[in-house]
């Protein structure tokens, strides 16, 4: 199989990386205003803004066109596939970074959806499939899932700093502490990997914790109440499960 990646962006570099050392003939990552040469297939890793754009340029140099985005619903693109991996990419990621990771796939033809699969065979994801009606709940999923959680550890990170750490003591601190976490949730579920104040019920410790957030980060304060409520609810369920 040919490939052909345009946008050298987060995702587009590592893609094109493991595309090559699995074994594709891969053209790319090609970046903007660069001529895009033909090939079984051109996988689009630009901004979602662009795609429409890219696409209507891209038309007749490949068999078939794919995007990689996770959040436009299939028939608003004007492409063949949708090939979304389910994980986050700075851009300096190895060729192993799609072993064993989720990747939806949806396709217009079942010639598209074949290939879209087989791209995830050669990089060893897991192709599940995402229909358009269900497309923005899986991407919410995503985004909490992932872009939410840096935005609850950047809070944490704020608010240890009343403890005396720095951000980068604060990261290398509460990082093993947040893996451990979120092994327990993937191996057990969210009401057995929850423990503290909040599940033990014990609410004193919870107001002594609220006023030092208070005190030294009370832009933190919304999101620490919020999430104290999420937590009794779930802690709750738990206790009715247990
Ligand atoms: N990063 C992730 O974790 C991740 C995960 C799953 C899916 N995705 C999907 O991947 C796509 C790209 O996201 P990203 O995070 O890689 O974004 P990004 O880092 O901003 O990269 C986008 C790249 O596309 C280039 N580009 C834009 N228009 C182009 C065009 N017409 N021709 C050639 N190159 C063009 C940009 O170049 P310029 O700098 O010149 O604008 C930039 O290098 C999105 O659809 C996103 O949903 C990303």
Redesign the pocket.
Known sequence: MTVTV???????RPLARALRAAGAVVHG??????TVPSADVVL?????G??A??AD?LHGSAALIG??????PLAELDVDFGW????????DEGPDAFRGIGCAIAGKSVDALAVAQQLADLLGAHAFPVADDQRAAYHAAASIA?NFTVTLLAAAENVAAGAGLTPAEARALLAPLVRRTIENWAVRGPEAALTGPVSRGDERTVTRQRDAIAGRSPEVLPLFDVLCESTRGLAKKGRATA
Do not use: K, W, Y
């Open positions: 345009v946008g050298g962006g987060r995702l587009g990552p090609m970046m903007r205003g660069e689009l890793c630009v901004t979602d662009e795609i754009g890219a340029m995007s990689v985005s996770g959040a436009n979304h991996p389910l994980q986050t990419f700075v851009g992932s």
